[in-house]
């Protein structure tokens, strides 16, 4: 079996890169996911806007490959305001409680200068393991 495309369903086709990477051992590699939606339009300029809808579009592609938000193992987060983080703790919890539950797996955050979308303020990436090895 090769490794397999993920593309979640009605989603603009990604160019140049893949949204997520199903590996042959059921490692599910997701692509940084920014604050736009299907379209590839952000419909926030926001931070927490734009979170939960990286958090979301994460979700969807886990889903894709048949996955859960508890498959989900390791998240890496990059922000280009780190004060903005930081005093929006309380919206960033609840957001991210409403979009994956009360599941946490390993994270990292790296404050960036700026990132590839000028409109974009927050890219979330996130490796999940699918099956019975994940759960």
């Known amino acids: 079996m090769a490794n397999s495309i993920i593309q979640p369903e009605g989603w603009t086709d990604a160019k140049g890169y893949a949204n997520g990477v199903l590996a042959k051992d059921g490692t599910l590699y997701v692509g940084g996911q920014i604050g736009w939606d299907e ?13 939960e809808q990286a958090l979301t579009n994460i979700l ?13 193992v390791r998240l ?3 922000v ?6 930081l005093a929006r703790q309380r919206e960033v919890g609840e957001v991210y409680r409403r979009i994956l539950g009360r599941h946490f797996p390993a994270m990292t955050m ?6 590839i979308e000028d409109e974009a303020l927050i890219e979330i990436e996130a490796t999940a393991v699918l099956g019975a090895a994940g759960s």
């Open 39 to 51: 379209t590839q339009t952000f419909q926030s300029s926001d931070f927490i806007g734009q979170m």
């Open 60 to 72: 969807a592609v886990v889903k894709s490959a048949g996955g859960e938000a508890a498959d989900i």
């Open 76 to 78: 890496t987060w990059y």
């Open 80 to 85: 280009t305001d780190k004060k903005e983080y």
């Open 110 to 115: 790296v404050v960036v200068s700026a990132l």
